[in-house]
């Protein structure tokens, strides 16, 4: 974050920018990596303290505080307040606007549920991907196997003309599946 600090009438010690800092951490905390500036305007007033802050955000969202106070620290301390208030507020917006699973319509659900698996727990499908299934001998499906590197193959058989599965088991062996005729 980059911070510009500015003191009218008054001297930037050391100690002040620490005060600063210290309060500033606090913004960090909740805005994080979206906090991109911050500038501090420390302003002495007859009596008043006088902590003007404004902070940019991402999305060209600036908050500002402005409070005037008995010391530094009250000052500070108000006007870190009021900006973390808005920043509450913006960052409450920001998860608002995040995706959410969609729950289906009860017009879209299915009449009857599938039964539960084990333990009540339904199977997750999940589709890898569609293929065509091409015709092949069993060899040169082995041969596809091999390469590929996967437990499986399914292909449609020139000598059965029906669908197979070449299978790799845990020894590097492959074993052949066909349906009953």
Known sequence: MRLVLTGRHVEISPGLRR??????ARLERILGGSLLSAQVTLALEK?????????HARGDHVLNGRVAGAT???????AVEKIQRQAATLKGKWDGRKRRATVPRAADAAPS???????????????VS??????MSVDNAAVELEASGDAFLLFRNVE???LSVLVRNAAGRFGLVEPER
């Not at 005060?19 to 500033?24: E, S, T």
């Not at 530094?72 to 108000?78: H, I, N, Q, R, V």
């Not at 569609?130 to 015709?135: E, G, H, S, T």
């Open 19 to 24: 005060l600063v800092d210290r309060k500033l």
């Open 47 to 55: 009596q008043r303290h006088v902590a003007d802050l404004s902070v």
């Open 72 to 78: 530094w620290t009250a000052a500070l301390g108000g």
């Open 113 to 127: 549920a599938p039964p539960a698996g084990p333990g009540g727990v339904r199977p997750r499908i999940v589709r």
């Open 130 to 135: 569609r293929a065509q299934f091409k015709p």
């Open 160 to 162: 059965t003309d029906g």
